[in-house]
């Protein structure tokens, strides 16, 4: 069964500063993997996504996550956070069956952005 | 572009009552998946569609129910509505194959008092 972690609950970076949001993922083969962002009582955004090819995925709003199959991991990356970047962010991965299926989600990270 | 429309975007029910959450999914999407969210937790996947038909179960009550139409649209039907249901309910819609990845509708709040 696929499953994904997010070690850190809560990250709290200055404005300026660079962030990276750990995720990693258990499956069986290499799946296919996102990073979704929420604004408190709102819907979920796709940032990026990974199905195959280059390892480097570039996504919206300045953020990039790298797949490291030896790791097991995807982490998404900003080099300068914006005050606007405070929101709640989830990685979730998905079977790469070649057919659309359900996306199993970590628990989350809570990014706090300080000025 | 158009995107996953959810309706309506905030409900509230009494304990015991019935609700219909309604999903319009992207056009030429073919997938429709509806999750639920509650405060503080991740996404929980409840019960997807592959062109009309149920492709797919996770921990949906037996008290819920759902339907994708010939038009792809999907409902999802609550039934003795407890208030442990409260929480936000997306749905989402994919590609064949899900490679454009999953757009996600702006979810409806529901609220069971």
């Known amino acids: 069964a696929q499953s994904v972690t997010q070690p850190d609950i809560h990250i709290t970076v200055s404005e300026g500063a660079s962030l990276e949001l750990r995720c990693n993922y258990s499956?069986?083969?290499?799946?296919?993997l996102f990073w979704y962002v929420q604004s408190p009582g709102q819907g979920l955004q796709l940032l990026l996504k990974y199905f195959s090819g280059d390892t480097l995925v570039q996504g919206i709003k300045g953020f990039e996550a790298e797949f490291k199959r030896s790791q097991s991991s995807f982490n998404l990356r900003k080099p300068s956070v914006h005050w606007s970047d405070a929101a709640e962010y989830f990685c979730?991965?998905?079977?790469?069956?070649?057919?659309?299926?359900?996306?199993?989600f970590g628990t989350g990270t809570r990014l706090q952005v300080t000025l | 572009a158009a995107g996953v429309i959810q309706s309506p975007r905030h409900l509230i029910k009494e304990k015991r009552e019935t609700a219909t959450l309604k999903c319009y999914p992207i056009p030429r999407h073919d997938t429709v998946y509806w999750y639920q969210q509650g405060p503080g937790q991740d996404p929980q996947f409840l019960i997807s569609f592959y062109e009309k038909m149920q492709s797919d179960k996770g921990s949906i009550p037996d008290r819920f129910s759902a339907q994708q139409f010939s038009d792809y649209h999907s409902e999802l039907n609550m039934s003795s509505l407890e208030l442990g249901d409260s929480a936000l309910y997306f749905c989402a819609s994919s590609s064949p194959r899900g490679r454009n990845g999953y757009t996600f509708g702006s979810g409806t709040r529901l609220t069971v008092v």
């Open positions: 979730a991965v998905g079977p790469n069956t070649g057919t659309a299926s359900k996306l199993t």
């Open positions: 499956y069986g083969a290499t799946p296919y």
